[in-house]
């Protein structure tokens, strides 16, 4: 078992950066694909990015590519997402997730998940 915690969130003007963090704690975090969603008010949980054990397999939704990176640091238990040239559209709750195997974009693939972090882009 894996415990996931997000912290970065807040509010940013349009066109700001942020970076959201997810640390791990428990099972060796080496061993999980990790991913990025976000769920805005009214709307499904939505893919975002994801990043394989490794680091050497990263995975973007089209509404974020060029803008965002996913990264991760194994020593520290610990992933990223810098999140560039925010939009207003980019307002969510932000969830870190976690996942045996290879990164997937499907959020049903993902069985361990954070507690999430709010995200709100003013325009």
């Known amino acids: 078992q894996v415990q996931l915690v997000e912290s970065g969130g807040g509010l940013v003007q349009a066109g700001g950066s942020l970076r959201l963090s997810c640390a791990a704690s428990g099972r060796t975090f080496s061993v999980y694909a990790m991913g990025w969603f976000r769920q805005a008010p009214g709307k499904e949980r939505e893919f975002v990015a994801s990043?394989?054990?490794?680091?050497?397999?990263?995975y973007y939704a089209d509404a974020v590519k060029g803008r965002f990176t996913i990264s991760r640091d194994n020593a520290k238990n610990t992933v990223y997402l810098q999140m560039n040239n925010l939009k207003p559209e980019d307002t969510a709750v932000y969830y870190c997730?976690?996942?045996?195997?290879?990164?997937?974009?499907?959020?049903?693939?993902?069985?361990?998940w954070g507690q999430g972090t709010q995200v709100t882009v003013s325009s």
């Open positions: 990043i394989s054990w490794s680091g050497g397999y990263t």
């Open positions: 997730a976690a996942r045996i195997g290879m990164a997937t974009t499907e959020r049903a693939d993902y069985a361990h």
